[in-house]
């Protein structure tokens, strides 16, 4: 006996949170990224860029981390839709 499915509502809303909140991070750590690079182009300490960039980096790898769990949550309810279709 496995695990209860969550409902489709919540895993649409799943999807929902988890796609908006990876597509923000994922543009918010670009922009802090970029910013780390033109801090370095215009002779910037190298510690702030370089804490800067790390910083921006590792909110976009939270961001592409928060998509693909939303990409998750697609294939789950597309899955979850068929299933009821087909009962």
């Not at 809303?13 to 750590?29: D, M, P, Q, V």
């Not at 860029?49 to 590792?58: C, F, H, I, P, R």
């Amino acid at each position: 006996m496995g695990r209860p499915q969550p409902s489709r509502q919540r895993l649409r809303t799943l999807w929902w949170r988890h796609g908006s909140l990876g597509s923000l991070l994922i543009g918010a750590g670009l922009s802090v990224t970029l910013d780390a690079s033109a801090q370095r182009m215009i002779g910037g300490e190298w510690w702030l860029w370089g804490l800067e960039g790390t910083a921006g980096l590792v909110i976009f790898m939270s961001g592409l981390g928060f998509f693909g769990s939303a990409v998750r949550y697609l294939v789950l309810t597309n899955l979850a839709e068929e299933e009821a279709g087909q009962s």
